[in-house]
């Protein structure tokens, strides 16, 4: 299984080393640790995981509540819970969060390219 360091999560994802490390303080992200030197390790579940909070971010969820749908198999993308922004505020947040998926999608594809060449 391939790993990734904690810099090369930030440059993928666009989210602060420093972030990441707060994520992983309170319990949010816990990547594995190198046995030897104790650096974060990142798997791809890892990376679906930090989209998924970035994603729940997005829409306007706190942490706290995030922690709360985060390890649930499914989360409601029908919004219901967003019933407080206007209409075409849902439209947009719904083509992020397509958008979104279609990048972590991707990444998989052009890793499991890589990886089977």
Not at 83 to 96: A, E, V
Request: charged residues 25%.
């Amino acid at each position: 299984m391939k790993t990734y360091s904690i810099s090369e999560i930030a440059k993928k994802t666009g989210v602060s080393i420093r972030t990441l490390r707060y994520y992983d303080e309170i319990g949010l992200l816990q990547p594995a640790k190198a046995p030897s030197s104790g650096h974060r390790m990142y798997t791809e579940e890892d990376i679906v995981r930090l989209y998924k909070i970035m994603s729940l971010k997005f829409i306007g969820l706190r942490l706290d509540e995030i922690r709360q749908y985060i390890d649930q198999p499914t989360y409601d993308l029908s919004l219901k819970e967003t019933r407080s922004f206007c209409p075409h505020q849902r439209c947009g947040i719904r083509r992020c969060l397509i958008k979104r998926w279609g990048q972590i999608i991707s990444v998989f594809y052009v890793n499991s390219i890589y990886h089977s060449i």
